[in-house]
């Protein structure tokens, strides 16, 4: 047995040698894979083969990681057992690199139980293959069929053991943490974020690329808007570069993380509204997982059978609106998505206020987050569950990397306004973004609301959105809004003050 307790030593190491080791099938392929999970596949009818888990999203409450909990014997007990189970039992081993950028691009490893192929062959689908055999940077050892779920990681060794629940998102995310972490010990910072290009004409008439990032918790329409196309033609256009995990890094340059694939949501996936998101997910290249297909393969993209976390991996060559580029060479603008009534379209914020938005991470819950508290409040650091280390710092680093780089920041409701749900729709956030973009948008300090808002947005009337004309008791309310945030905030004690004073 392995001393993981006492020495911590790295799961690296410890492993069994894919390379060598009699009990491991290493790096077969796609097709080997899907072979392999034949028996747990109903084939949709569109050829793509689909997938129930037992658990069907991740599980947050039994995650540790050795920066933020300080781990006793028991949890490196999960580590030892990992590894013995290992080194004896039928493992399917797969080696597939995160990123492309020079500096910021890692080496991953999933050891998974071979009776479980279907989360080899869904992982593998969403990274790029590796083009030397190279030892890894990361290793994750998934083994769905243990007797507790527990997840345990060890950041600044790059590893983790995921132990009883066989969901594919616990193997992305496992790899997609280490990503956000290590480029804050780079000295910039992962972000839970999408990123796009957009291209216009000048007034000379040249094309000019504008590199925007989306932060926003879930049904605040954060992919919605990543892969839009703004309505843009000719020469002119835009397209997504990464829908879930990037890294901002010191130069400005934001590092993308998924080369060959994304995990993206299928409720309610209708061809008319997404065209390019429908085609690709009823490609036969897609992987569909928990979503309702009749044994006939009939898919209904509409039912919450099995839950309304239904999931497809979709290879981003199927995907219109993606670009092939994964990486953003200079980020210009930042967009916090929210769905906040009492908050405008858009709002511009300075460097300190944009930290702010960055630590509220504010939301309104829906129905496709927690039904049971939908319309409450909702607040996420950086909209990023998967922060390693201190949350304060993340804030401070934020504010540091926007104002060194001179990065515009907004916050974007995507929701309605006031009671009377004046509706704020993609047509108008669309706009929005666009007309950002191109730098047409008028903007004053309004005393009212105490933010910077649009007097001029080209193509729409942005007055008939004005917060407190549909707010009833507009003043107090803001009042009570700015002292939830505060008290919010002063819980990170490592939070600097000029940002606890930017409180809006």
Same mark, same amino acid.
């Given at each position: 047995m392995t001393d993981l307790a006492t020495s911590a030593q790295s799961l690296k190491t410890a492993l069994p040698n894919p390379k060598e080791a009699d009990n491991v099938l290493y790096n077969p392929s796609l097709d080997e894979l899907r072979e392999l999970a034949r028996g747990d596949e109903i084939t949709t009818e569109f050829g793509s083969p689909s997938y129930v888990s037992e658990e069907r999203s991740r599980n947050a409450d039994k995650t540790k990681n050795a920066v933020d909990a300080e781990f006793d014997d028991e949890d490196y007990a999960y580590l030892d057992a990992a590894v013995d189970y290992a080194e004896t039992e039928a493992m399917i081993c797969v080696d597939r690199l995160m990123g492309r950028h020079t500096d910021h691009s890692y080496r991953c490893r999933l050891y998974v139980q071979k009776? +479980?192929?279907?989360?080899?062959?869904? *992982? @593998?689908? &969403? +990274? =790029?293959?590796?083009? %030397? !055999?190279? !030892?890894? %940077? +990361?290793?994750?050892?998934?083994?769905?069929? *243990? !007797?507790?779920?527990?997840?345990?990681?060890?950041? %600044? =060794? $790059?590893? #983790?053991?995921?132990? $009883? /629940? %066989?969901? #594919? $998102?616990?193997?992305?995310? /496992? +790899? &997609?943490?280490?990503?956000?972490?290590? @480029?804050?010990? @780079?000295g910039g910072l992962g972000l839970h974020a999408g990123s796009k290009r957009v291209t216009l004409k000048d007034d000379d008439g040249d094309l000019n690329d504008v590199g925007q990032l989306f932060l926003g918790l879930s049904a605040t329409g954060k992919s919605t808007l990543t892969a839009h196309g703004l309505w843009l033609d000719g020469d002119e256009e835009a397209s997504m570069l990464q829908d879930d995990v990037c890294a901002l890094l010191p130069d400005g340059t934001v590092a993308g993380s998924e080369g060959n694939g994304l995990f993206v949501k299928t409720i309610g996936l209708d061809a008319a509204e997404q065209p390019a998101m429908y085609d690709a997910v009823t490609h036969d290249s897609a992987i569909l997982e928990n979503v309702d297909v009749d044994t006939d393969g009939t898919v209904d993209f509409d039912s919450d059978l099995h839950t309304s976390n239904g999931r497809a991996i979709i290879v981003r060559d199927q995907l219109a609106s993606a670009d092939a580029d994964i990486d953003l060479p200079e980020v210009d603008q930042v967009f916090f998505i929210t769905r906040n009534p009492v908050m405008p379209p858009v709002a511009k914020l300075t460097p300190e206020e944009a930290a702010v938005a960055f630590m509220l991470g504010e939301s309104i819950e829906t129905s496709a987050g927690d039904p049971s508290k939908a319309g409450e409040s909702i607040r996420v650091v950086g909209t990023n569950p998967f922060i390693i280390g201190s949350k304060g710092e993340e804030g401070n680093r934020f504010r540091e990397l926007v104002s060194d780089l001179g990065v515009e920041c907004y916050v974007l409701n995507t929701g309605h306004i006031g009671a009377n749900a004046q509706d704020i729709g993609v047509t108008e956030s669309v706009t929005i973004l666009r007309e950002i973009a191109r730098g047409t948008v008028d903007w004053e300090r309004d005393e009212q609301t105490g933010l910077t808002i649009p007097t001029n947005v080209p193509g729409i009337d942005i007055t008939e959105f004005y917060v407190p004309d549909h707010v009833e008791d507009f003043e107090q309310k803001n009042v009570d809004l700015r002292g939830e945030r505060l008290a919010h905030l002063t819980q990170f004690d490592d939070l600097d003050n000029a940002i606890l004073d930017a409180v809006y």
């Open positions: 009776e +479980f192929a279907r989360i080899a062959l869904a *992982w @593998a689908k &969403l +990274f =790029e293959p590796v083009a %030397d !055999d190279a !030892d890894p %940077d +990361f290793v994750t050892i998934q083994l769905p069929e *243990w !007797d507790e779920i527990a997840v345990r990681i060890l950041p %600044d =060794e $790059g590893v #983790t053991a995921v132990l $009883g /629940s %066989d969901y #594919t $998102g616990e193997a992305k995310k /496992s +790899f &997609l943490r280490l990503h956000m972490y290590y @480029a804050k010990k @780079a």
